[in-house]
T-cell receptor
Framework: NAGVTQTPEFQVLKTGQSMTLQCAQDMNHEYMSWYRQDPGMGLRLIHYSVGAGITDQGEVPNGYNVSRSTTEDFPLRLLSAAPSQTSVYFC????????????FGSGTQLSVL | GQQVMQIPQYQHVQEGEDFTTYCNSSTTLSTIQWYKQRPGGHPVFLIQLVKSGEVKKQKRLTFQFGEAKKNSSLHITATQTTDVGTYFCAGSGNQFYFGTGTSLTVIP
């Protein structure tokens, strides 16, 4: 049981490049989400999904796309990277939603130059 | 939108001293959860409070949920170096709303 797996662990991009952060969970969780963590700002929700085929925006969705074609996977796409997207990104899942505990992946440290 | 504020942002304590972090929401919360993030790590779930006025203990950690379900606190008695990290509260409505976190440093 791997839990929540995120790849890559580190990534450096140039401004304007695109990339996809991968997230997979093997716990059959319905709820999956992406957060970014910046110093002094806590964890801010980017996008979330309450089940396959359903996604919704969080607090800071601009510049990011998501899809949920399967229960297990929830990739986060940066369409055209900007320096303001330099951050640590965490994927997290829970069994059914916001009243159950979140399991976090180990994070992706992204730098945009 | 919903906001969850947490204070203090930083706290330095001598080993053995007590520590408290406070979490306040602008709206009533369905539940509140607490997470701990060790330096360089990811947040790990500690506990969930559901009922108004609820108090739960985990060894040296005491968690409280306010009567109006708008605030919460985490109190650590006699801190140890293993308590170092950032503590986050997370209120829930239809999503999770994380507080800004309190970074705890314990000086041996």
């Amino acid at each position: 049981n791997a839990g929540v797996t995120q790849t890559p662990e580190f990534q450096v991009l140039k401004t304007g490049q695109s990339m996809t952060l991968q997230c997979a969970q093997d716990m059959n969780h319905e709820y999956m989400s992406w957060y970014r963590q910046d110093p002094g700002m806590g964890l801010r929700l980017i996008h979330y999904s309450v089940g396959a085929g359903i996604t919704d925006q969080g607090e800071v969705p601009n510049g990011y796309n998501v899809s949920r074609s399967t229960t297990e996977d929830f990739p986060l796409r940066l369409l055209s990277a900007a320096p303001s997207q330099t951050s640590v990104y965490f994927c997290a899942s829970s069994r059914t939603g916001s009243r159950e505990k979140l399991f976090f992946g180990s994070g992706t440290q992204l730098s945009v130059l | 939108g919903q906001q969850v504020m947490q204070i203090p942002q930083y706290q330095h304590v001598q080993e053995g001293e007590d520590f408290t972090t406070y979490c306040n929401s602008s709206t009533t919360l369905s539940t509140i959860q607490w997470y701990k993030q060790r330096p360089g790590g990811h947040p790990v779930f500690l506990i969930q409070l559901v009922k108004s006025g609820e108090v739960k203990k985990q060894k040296r950690l005491t968690f409280q949920f306010g009567e109006a379900k708008k605030n919460s606190s985490l109190h650590i008695t006699a801190t140890q170096t293993t308590d170092v990290g950032t503590y986050f509260c997370a209120g829930s409505g239809n999503q999770f709303y994380f507080g800004t976190g309190t970074s705890l440093t314990v000086i041996p």
